[in-house]
Antibody
Framework: EVQLVQSGAEVKKPGESLKISCKGSGYSFTSYWIGWVRQMPGKGLEWMGIIYPGDSDTRYSPSFQGQVTISADKSISTAYLQWSSLKASDTAMYYC???????????????WGQGTLVTVSS | QSVLTQPPSASGTPGQRVTISCSGSSSNIGSNTVNWYQQLPGTAPKLLIYRNNQRPSGVPDRFSGSKSGTSASLAISGLQSEDEADYYCAAWDDSLNGYVVFGGGTKLTVL
């Protein structure tokens, strides 16, 4: 079974750093892209960026470029999303999801991780 | 303001057929395929329809998708109480360096 399992909920203070993870199993982790999607409380889905663990090729949404860093460690089939200095507005649920890219176009996201809730509050 | 436009809400009674629209532009729906996701309350999104009208295995054939020009639609026939969820359309947008755009989501209520 193809599965993405994300790290647990986090509570942080503004200005702190954070790295959350997404571990893939049941498929060749280096053959698919992993995307990250933000969902702020009571709001819709926003695409943040993607990474190809095979060679760490990374693309960011214009809205999130420079705000977060996406990385991966293919030796342990894990992708990461990190912040160097959190803000209260980063409070949200973050999902990872598997995808493909064909001729430079991202395909559908399937499956999705269970989500990681990040709460940033002083 | 989402790039793809969906009605914020929709409703129907059990057994009814409902449709959810998704409007975009030439740089997204007009030139790329549309995917639909279902998000049940308190859970992660799940792929419902891909490449405009394809159903992943396990998705009932009550769910169908279509696309015409710069708009797409999700139809749910034989509505059931367990269909009550948020539904999102998504597509690739060719503008800038390319990125994924989502609709704002439609909350479906089964009356």
């Amino acid at each position: 079974e193809v599965q993405l399992v994300q790290s647990g909920a986090e509570v942080k203070k503004p200005g702190e750093s954070l790295k959350i993870s997404c571990k893939g199993s049941g498929y060749s982790f280096t053959s698919y892209w992993i995307g990250w999607v933000r969902q702020m409380p009571g709001k819709g889905l926003e695409w943040m960026g993607i990474i190809y663990p095979g060679d760490s090729d990374t693309r960011y949404s214009p809205s999130f470029q420079g705000q977060v860093t996406i990385s991966a460690d293919k030796s342990i089939s894990t992708a990461y999303l990190q912040w160097s200095s959190l803000k209260a507005s980063d409070t949200a649920m973050y999902y990872c999801a598997r995808t493909s890219m064909v001729r430079g176009v991202i395909d559908w996201f399937d499956p999705w991780g269970q989500g990681t809730l990040v709460t940033v509050s002083s | 303001q989402s790039v793809l436009t969906q009605p914020p809400s929709a409703s129907g009674t059990p057994g009814q057929r409902v449709t959810i629209s998704c409007s975009g532009s030439s740089s997204n729906i007009g030139s790329n395929t549309v995917n639909w996701y279902q998000q049940l309350p308190g859970t992660a999104p799940k792929l419902l329809i891909y490449r405009n009208n394809q159903r992943p295995s396990g998705v009932p054939d009550r769910f169908s998708g279509s696309k015409s020009g710069t708009s797409a639609s999700l139809a749910i026939s034989g509505l059931q109480s367990e269909d009550e969820a948020d539904y999102y359309c998504a597509a690739w947008d060719d503008s800038l360096n390319g990125y994924v755009v989502f609709g704002g989501g439609t909350k479906l209520t089964v009356l």
